[in-house]
Every structure is written in structure tokens, then in C-alpha cells.
Nanobody, 126 residues
Framework: QVRLVESGGGLVQAGGSVRLSCAAS????????MGWFRQAPGTARVFVAA????????YYADSVKGRVTISRDNAKNTVYLQMSSLKPEDTAIYCC???????????????????WGQGTQVTVSS
């Protein structure tokens, strides 16, 4: 099992920045890749970014490309999501996810992940 705990959310003004953290514990040696998804009220969970644990390869949703950077600290078993130029439409609960294998699903799909955190709220005020 892998346990994921997110932190760093809060209320941010439009145009501002925020850095989210996701600390993994448990069977972290099994992590293949990690990702961030977000979910606004009444909508489905949407892919934001992902990173492959072994080589740091990154993947981004088109909607956030250029405004978001995902990174990892293998020693701390932590993945980060740095977001800048925030817009009110970025308001959502941001969830961290981890995969213990590739499973044949693209990293931008929820099916690619075994473990999920509880999420952290990011609210962007206009």
C-alpha cells in the first residue's frame, strides 16, 4: 500500500502562485509514476500533470501547460505541483495519485493509478 498526503492548498488571488506537495509513504519503492488531478464541484476528475518516478519524464494537460510544473524529490518520496498565473477556473480540489505499474493506460487517465490522496482545496479569487 502507498499512502498519499497532499498539502499546500488555500485561497489565492488570480494571477498568483501556489505550490502543492504530495508526500508518499508505505511501499514507495513500487511507485512507477505519480500524477495530479483536479476536480471542481459537479465535474469529473481531470488530469493536470504526471511524472515518471524513474527518470522524471513529465506530462501536462494542455489547459495548464506553461503555467504548471511538476517535480519530484525521490529522497523525500514527495511530488510537487507548482502553479502560477492562476485563474478562477483553476479552483478545484487537487488530488495526488500514484501508480505501482504502467498497466497499459496513459498517465493522463484515472485508470492508470492505484492510490489516491484525499486532496487539497485550491481556491482562486478574481
Amino acid at each position: 500500500q502507498v499512502r498519499l498526503v497532499e498539502s499546500g492548498g488555500g485561497l489565492v488571488q488570480a494571477g498568483g502562485s501556489v505550490r502543492l506537495s504530495c508526500a508518499a509513504s508505505g511501499r514507495t519503492f513500487s511507485i512507477y509514476h505519480m500524477g495530479w488531478f483536479r476536480q471542481a464541484p459537479g465535474t469529473a476528475r481531470v488530469f493536470v500533470a504526471a511524472i515518471r518516478w524513474s527518470d522524471g519524464d513529465t506530462y501536462y494537460a494542455d489547459s495548464v501547460k506553461g503555467r504548471v510544473t511538476i517535480s519530484r524529490d525521490n529522497a523525500k518520496n514527495t511530488v510537487y505541483l507548482q502553479m502560477s498565473s492562476l485563474k478562477p477556473e483553476d479552483t478545484a480540489i487537487y488530488c495526488c495519485a500514484a501508480a505501482s505499474g504502467s498497466y497499459g493506460y496513459p498517465v493522463w487517465t484515472v485508470q492508470s493509478y492505484d492510490y489516491w490522496g484525499q486532496g487539497t482545496q485550491v481556491t482562486v479569487s478574481s
